[in-house]
């Protein structure tokens, strides 16, 4: 692995991925370590405790391997689990959450009202995370939330660019409650691999909220913030990937999302 200190992303899966791009494009000099949970997805049908003790053991991990950030790439952990992972790295690392910094960049950008739809798992729906930080924030935006639950586990067993999660999406919105919304959060990190089929069903004056390229400018103004942002050419050598079980499914995805040229490692935590 690099020498310098790297970037802790985690997801259950292969979602993740979608986030550490996002942060290798805007940051291509930071090493990314990256922890999927293969063994354990998908997250959104589990229980908010069983995601904690999960996603708890990951950070910790991610903290004895010299992260200087944890990024949490998914939703449901975001959502269920992010005061236990913040107790679990403690004050000096900082760690970078996928709800709050999407909920802020709407909020900023709602000057009057706004329907923005949510589709994400079940565990996510089911916090009502989303909808307490808009309140919080006495944000515009008028929320539309639904739970997808289909969603992530085709698109981890490789059905992206292809008609089945079309199939699932089209059952899922043929009940309009999306209709009158101005945007759409793809409220799990899985989803922007499908975002093409969502656009589809949706009218085009509809934005697709990027929710990967808002976390990696947060993550990045953070890191400015502490100074600990690298200077050294490092490129792709510097990534490394770890799963919890390496299945043809991760091997396929990192690669497509990084190229053949890339560390995967099996690790049991
Ligand atoms: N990618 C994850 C998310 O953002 C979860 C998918 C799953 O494991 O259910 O919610």
Known sequence: MSSLRPIGVFDSGIGGLTVA???HDLLPEEPILYFGDTAHLPYG???PELIQ?????IARHLVK???????VACNSASSNALQAIISEVGPKIPVIDMVTPVVKHLSHNCIEACQVGLIGTRATIASGLYHRCFNDLSSNVE?????TPLLASAIEEGFFNDSIPQAVLDAYFS???????????????HYPL??????????????VIDSPSIVAETLKSV?????????????????????????ENFKFSARHFFGDDLTLEEVVL
């Open 21 to 23: 791009r996002a942060i």
């Open 45 to 47: 049908e589990k229980s």
């Open 53 to 57: 003790r999960y996603s708890t053991r």
């Open 65 to 71: 391997s010299g992260c200087k950030a944890i990024v």
């Open 143 to 147: 929320l539309i939330s639904k739970a």
């Open 175 to 189: 009940d309009n409650t999306f209709n009158n919304i101005d945007s759409i959060i793809l409220g799990c990190t």
């Open 194 to 207: 499908i975002k093409s089929e969502v656009k589809n069903l949706l009218p085009s004056r509809v934005s």
């Open 223 to 247: 890191l400015t913030e502490i100074e600990e942002i690298e200077h050294v050419s490092n490129q792709l050598e510097g990534h490394h990937f770890q799963v919890s079980d390496l299945t």
